[in-house]
Each structure stands twice: as C-alpha cells, then as structure tokens.
C-alpha cells in the first residue's frame, strides 16, 4: 500500500511530465516563426526573469560557493543543451519522431547517475538499455530518411539527450543542499546575462526572415513559463516526495503524451512504427528502473 506522501509525490511528478510532454510539439511550433536558437534562448531568458523576481520577492541567499559548479552545468544542459538541440532537430524532424528519441531519456538519466554518483545496477539493467537503445536506432533506420536532414536531426536529439540527462543528474544532486525550486531558479539566473542579450541580437537580425503569428509567441511564453520553469517545480517536488526511483519512473509516460498532442495539436501522422518504437522504449525503461539495485541515484531534499 502506497502512503499518502508517495502518493502525492507521484501526481506532483505526473503533473511535471504533463507540463513537459508540450515542449516538444510547442517547439516545433514556435520554430516556425523564430530562429531555433532563439526559440532556445527565448524561453530560458522568460524563465529567468520569473525566478529572478521570485527570488527577489522571498530574499533567497545565492546558493553556496561548493554548488555553483554543479549549477553551471545544470545550466549548460537545461537551458542551453536539450533546448537548443531539440529546436534545431525541430526544422528537420517531426515533433512525434523527437518524441520517440526523447523517450531515451530516463533511462539514460540513469546511465549517467551510475557514472557520476557510482550507483551500482544489476546486469538486467543493462540488458534493459541495450534493448531501448536497439529500439531508438532500429526506429530511426525504419524512416528510411538517410539524408542530411535525418541526420543532422538524429544527432541533435541524442546531444540534446545526453546534455538534459547529466543536468538530471547534477540538479538532483544540487537539491541535496537546497531546494529544487531554487535549483532551477538560480540556474536560469545565472543564465540571464547570456540568455538576455543573446535572444535581443537573435530576434533583432532574424525578425525579418520569419512571419510570426500570435499562436507562435505563445507556444514560446508557455515553453518559458512551463517547461522551463514551473514543470521544474513540480517534478522536484515529486521526486522528494515519492523518491528519485518512483517518481522518474512517471516520466516514462511523457512520449506517450508528446505524440497525442502531436496528432491533436500540429496534425502530424502517428503511425503504428511510431507508436511500437515508443512502447518498445517505455517498456525497457520500465524494465531497467524495476531492476536497479535497491538505493536512489539522489535523495532530493526540500
């Protein structure tokens, strides 16, 4: 029987991988009318001025001295790596295929948390990874798309994977000393003196290549306001509330979610090699997650 601390932790982590399963078909749609980098930059920079007003309004001391490397890098991964990779695989792929490749995920979260904090995992586990990678890739070949463009967009996701995974791994660990929604608040801060002037210059010299509409802008805000921000928030809380071990493994869920509104929102064709690659995937997550050692990749604190 689940208490009702885990319990509550659970729908805190589903309420975060809701708010994230529209990143990817909003990204796709904002890149229709911004420069991809912008699109990046744009929503980060959104986001930072939020937390920089909340921090201001709660008088939040700047974390401590032995936090900001790892807060740097946090940075490097969720407010530049998965953002500008993703926007970019964007102009090349559709939103489901992102999607897809973006259900690696977790399980590479994972990965880099037995690497980075030396979790020990039993040999299933990586019998699990070995089957949801040869998913991905068998995936990817079955577009029969071998052109620049299928490249250029497969490789994009697998950095913007890799850069989200380690900043997974290093903000969870950061939560140890302070709390997660200041984690995500102090990291796209920090971000603010490069995100500010960087997405003025990107809107000043590419405004007139592109014909933005009004759906386009809001697709942009809400990335900034919920997927870079508030979603962070929720899943923090979700983690510490029902652990690393349960509350992650809600976030198998968001492929799932990402293609519905793939369908519903741009109209984009899920086919059925679309939907098995994505239960292929979920379900060797699932399997890895049910097989690791007993202990957490971090135990988050609030």
Do not use: C
């Amino acid at each position: 029987m689940i208490d009702a601390r885990v319990r509550a932790g659970l729908w805190w982590a589903f309420l975060a991988v809701f708010l994230w399963s529209f990143t990817v078909p909003l990204t796709k749609v904002a890149v229709e009318g911004f420069n991809a980098v912008l699109t990046a930059t744009g929503r980060a920079a959104i986001a930072g001025v939020i937390a920089g007003v909340v921090l201001l309004i709660r008088r939040i001391p700047p974390p401590p001295r032995h936090l900001w490397k790892s807060l740097f890098f946090v940075m490097l991964g969720a407010v530049f790596g998965w953002p500008i990779f993703i926007a970019v695989a964007l102009n090349y792929t559709t939103a489901a295929h992102a999607s897809v490749i973006a259900a690696f995920l977790p399980l590479a979260t994972a990965v880099f948390a037995v690497w980075i904090t030396r979790e020990h995992v039993t040999r299933a586990f990586w019998f699990a990874a070995v089957l949801g990678t040869t998913a991905v890739i068998a995936f990817s070949l079955s577009r029969g798309e071998l052109g620049p463009g299928s490249v250029i967009a497969d490789t994009m996701l697998v950095l913007g994977v890799i850069a989200s995974s380690v900043g997974y791994v290093l903000g969870a660990k950061a939560t140890k000393s302070i709390p997660g929604w200041q984690v995500i608040s102090w990291v796209v801060v920090m971000a603010l003196p490069i995100t500010v002037p960087v997405s003025v210059v990107l809107w000043w010299t590419t405004k007139d290549s592109y014909v933005t509409t009004g759906s386009q802008w809001g697709a942009l805000i809400v990335l900034g306001v919920s997927s870079m921000y508030l979603g962070f928030f929720a899943w923090y809380r979700g983690l510490s509330q029902a652990g690393v071990a349960y509350g992650g493994q809600v976030q198998q869920l968001q492929v799932l979610l990402s293609l519905v509104w793939s369908a519903v929102l741009l109209g984009e064709i899920v086919t059925w090699v679309t939907v098995a690659a994505a239960l292929v995937v979920i379900v060797a997550v699932a399997w890895a997650q049910v097989t690791r050692a007993p202990g957490h990749i971090v135990a988050p604190e609030e």
